[in-house]
Every structure is written in C-alpha cells, then in structure tokens.
C-alpha cells in the first residue's frame, strides 16, 4: 500500500537550530531515505522551495485569481514529500516518526488512494 508522508515544518524551529544542525539532519536524512529507496519502500521523495516562491490558483464563480505565495498564511508550511510502500498505517507512521521533522513541525501520514480503480469507475 501506498503512503505520502506530507512534511511541514515551522521555520522559526529551524531557524533556532545550532550553526550546521541543520544540514547534519538533512545528511541523515538523504541517507536514510537512499536506504529505504534501496529496500523499495521509497518511491520517490522531494524538497519544495520556501512559500514565498509558490503561486496559489484560486477559481470561484468562474473568475480565477493567482496569488503570490501560499493562499494562507500559516506557521507550519508544506515543505516536501516522501511516497512510501508499506504493509500498513501503522507502519508508514513508523517510518514517518524515523525522520527528524516532526520536531520542526509535523508530518502528515496519508493512504493513496488506487487512483487506477477512480479511471475505472469514471470510465476515463
């Protein structure tokens, strides 16, 4: 079964962090997630740049309006991604909790949903 491990983090916690701290657990973290891509739990992971790059898209009554950055303000941010396989909820929390960032703000662990069995049901 798939995961996402949705990662937010709360800049002002990582902005404390002793000089070089930072890029410690980053480095642990490449590693551990080059381990688990190398068992076949992970399948892909990335890192989003800082909100203040994003765009958001917002339609409502047929009019659509794009907004710098994220469309709400928020302390913890949606920093990046890990899409993990495994057996169940319980492990995919596990593996979440190995990972340093939910001390910097939280880590949201998600089911995917069969989006193959959703074409076949619409019929696309």
Known sequence: MKFLLMI??????????????????????IEKADALR???????????????????????GGNTHVYDGPFAEAKEVFAGFNLIEAPDIESAVDIAHSFPWSRFGSIEVRPVRDFA????????
Do not use: N, W
């Open 38 to 60: 190398e068992r076949g739990v992970l399948l892909d992971s990335q890192q989003l740049e800082v909100p203040s790059t994003a765009r958001s898209v917002r339609t409502r």
């Open 8 to 29: 937010y983090t709360d800049q002002t916690l990582l902005d404390a962090l002793p000089a070089g701290e930072y890029d410690r657990l980053m480095k642990d973290c």
């Open 117 to 124: 069995a959703v074409r076949e049901r619409v019929g696309a």
